[in-house]
């Protein structure tokens, strides 16, 4: 059932505003554009991660004006601010690397310290590469304040032509793959450089149901972002859209007393987790997800994903290890479909309270998506494999237990020779030396969420 309470659209900065000794804060707010009208409005943070970097986050300054003009329609006063992003697309392959989860816990400490210390009433957070999605999520947790998440968006895939004559449909992942393809003779220079040329051909987030679109899915399925926003791509004029109602959304949610930990209960954890298991998501989800639960303080461990994905089939034929990009699940209905699925199948906790004030299963009747197409996304009663796309396995390799994306295979026992290399430069100079045989089993060590920061 959707809440109706109702309650301060002001608890935090009044602190700023209200009163004599205020007058030098207000002095300074009038600076940036308020002025008398706007001082019994409340004041909504913008976060966002916009950069030049990398083409996730370009949309970004588009959406960020959107925001604003719903906050102001819904009565509002926005405060943009930033924060940074760091790229695993260009990071990976060298030192930049052990920056990447540490920019993290960075997103998410720097959006907090400005939400304090300016004392504003909410937030919308935007974010569009792997690690700034997690980090605003916890920084929501962290607040818990009334709060929406709005993703940037995924890129198109793009059509390499090849020396053969041949077309191919490419994401980020056959950039990788050409450069072991190259190394082994197997794909020539020339290919390689066609493919670099238009992997990317816009603004956007990796196509594939890499780490964004993953948690972009799960920010969807937790109820922190509005209900079909995960899918669009970037360059789609339906975010704007989305990003319009998302600045309207979070004034609702003050006005209603909603905060974070209203949404963020152990049954969306586990909505998160089904919906992560049926895409056969990235296994960075469960590092970001177990992050974001302790944010909030609930107690999420390896055996609920365990736990979950015995119960939840793997449905999505998407890349890196399936036909199809997040363009393809967008043109079939979205993240709704696999929710929609999962509710009917009773896979999913329908009475989760999410942004738009109304509970999951009211907002997916309002949509009502369509049944799964049985081609990027298959029906249940015809999965692809029959529990989710992440397996957690114990050990004596792993006692504590480890994470396998078993979406990308059908056996249960693969053998090969082990080669253990000490940090990934020794593992890419393998690579490149041709000294990496078909069968190795890859064990790179040291690269972790601890050993890899350093």
């Known amino acids: 059932m959707s809440t109706q309470r109702h309650s301060d659209i002001k608890p935090r900065s009044r602190d700023v505003t209200d009163g004599l000794e205020k007058t030098a804060a207000r002095g300074m707010l009038r600076a940036v554009g308020m002025g008398d009208d706007d001082w019994g409005k409340s004041q909504i943070g913008v976060a966002s991660s916009w950069n030049e970097i990398t083409p996730c986050n370009l949309s970004l300054e588009r959406l960020a004006v959107a925001v604003k003009d719903g ?16 790229s695993d697309g260009i990071s990976m392959g060298h030192e930049g690397m052990h920056f990447s989860l540490v920019s993290r816990e960075v997103i998410a400490d720097s ?4 939400m304090q210390a300016e004392r504003l009433d909410g937030s919308v957070l935007l974010a569009g590469c792997d690690k700034s999605l997690p980090g605003m999520l916890m920084a929501a947790a962290r607040l818990d304040l009334a709060s929406v998440f709005l993703y940037a968006g995924s890129t198109l895939p793009g059509i390499a032509k090849l020396s053969d004559g041949t077309e191919k449909q490419v994401t980020i992942i056959d950039a990788f793959e050409a450069v072991g393809a190259c190394s082994r003779g197997l794909m020539s220079s020339a290919d390689v450089d066609a493919i670099e040329r238009v992997m990317c051909p816009v603004e956007g987030a990796c196509g594939g149901m890499y780490t964004a679109n993953t948690m972009a899915s799960a920010a969807e399925a937790l109820g922190m972002s509005l209900p079909g926003s995960a899918a669009p791509p970037a360059t789609d004029r339906r975010r704007d859209g989305f990003a319009r109602r998302s600045g309207e959304a979070v004034v609702e949610l003050l006005r209603r007393g909603i905060t974070a930990s ?3 209960t152990k049954e969306a954890f586990e909505n998160a987790i089904a919906v992560v298991m049926a895409f056969g998501g990235s296994t960075n989800a469960v ?7 302790n944010e909030i303080g609930i107690e999420l ?7 979950v994905g015995n119960q939840v089939p793997h449905l999505a034929d998407v890349k890196p290890f399936g036909a199809h990009v997040m363009t393809d699940v967008d043109r079939i209905g979205g993240v709704p479909v696999v929710m929609k699925a999962l509710l009917d199948a009773g896979l999913l906790h329908g009475d989760c309270l999410t942004v738009t004030g109304r509970t999951m299963a009211e907002n997916l009747a309002q ?11 298959r029906a249940l009663s015809s999965p692809i494999h029959p529990t989710g796309g992440i397996t957690i396995l114990h050990g004596s390799l792993a006692p504590e237990g480890a994470v396998v994306k078993s979406a990308g295979f059908d056996s249960h026992i693969f053998e090969g020779t082990a080669r253990v290399f000490d940090g990934e430069r020794a593992a890419m100079d393998a690579l490149e030396d041709g000294t990496i045989t078909a069968g190795d089993v890859v064990v790179i060590r040291y690269e972790g969420p601890k050993g890899g920061p350093g």
């Open 111 to 114: 959006v907090e310290t400005v």
């Open 71 to 86: 906050v102001h329609a819904a009565g509002g006063y926005p405060l943009e601010f930033g924060t940074i992003s760091v």
């Open 367 to 377: 949509i009502a998506p369509p049944d799964p197409d049985g081609k990027v996304l």
């Open 301 to 307: 461990t390896l055996a609920d994903f365990a736990r």
């Open 287 to 293: 590092l970001h997800l177990l992050a974001i639960a």
């Open 262 to 264: 209203d949404i963020l």
